[in-house]
């Protein structure tokens, strides 16, 4: 089976949806027992093998990005 190798950004959406009951779409940190200044990622990078011949695909990575430069992204790709 052959691959290739794609690279695939994503805007993060902010919502939340009711769903069977309950709530989908809140951001939890955990419990980290320091306060923490975070900032909630606005974008996802991917990174995954595609199948050539089939539906077939293969995660690699990932990197929450939230306004990254394109040397930055460029730099993830040639890594």
Same mark, same amino acid.
């Given at each position: 089976m052959k691959f290739v190798l794609v690279f695939d950004e994503m805007e993060i959406k902010n919502n939340v949806?009711?769903?069977d009951g309950g709530f989908? &779409? %809140?951001v939890n %940190? &955990?419990?980290l027992g320091i306060p923490v200044n975070r900032q909630e990622a606005t974008n996802a990078f991917f990174v995954y093998a595609a199948s050539i011949s089939g539906s077939t695909r293969l995660p690699i #990575? %990932?990197?929450l990005t939230n306004g990254?430069? #394109?040397r930055l992204i460029a730099e993830i790709?040639?890594?």
């Open positions: 949806i009711h769903l989908v &779409g %809140y %940190y &955990g419990d #990575a %990932y990197f990254s430069s #394109a790709m040639k890594t």
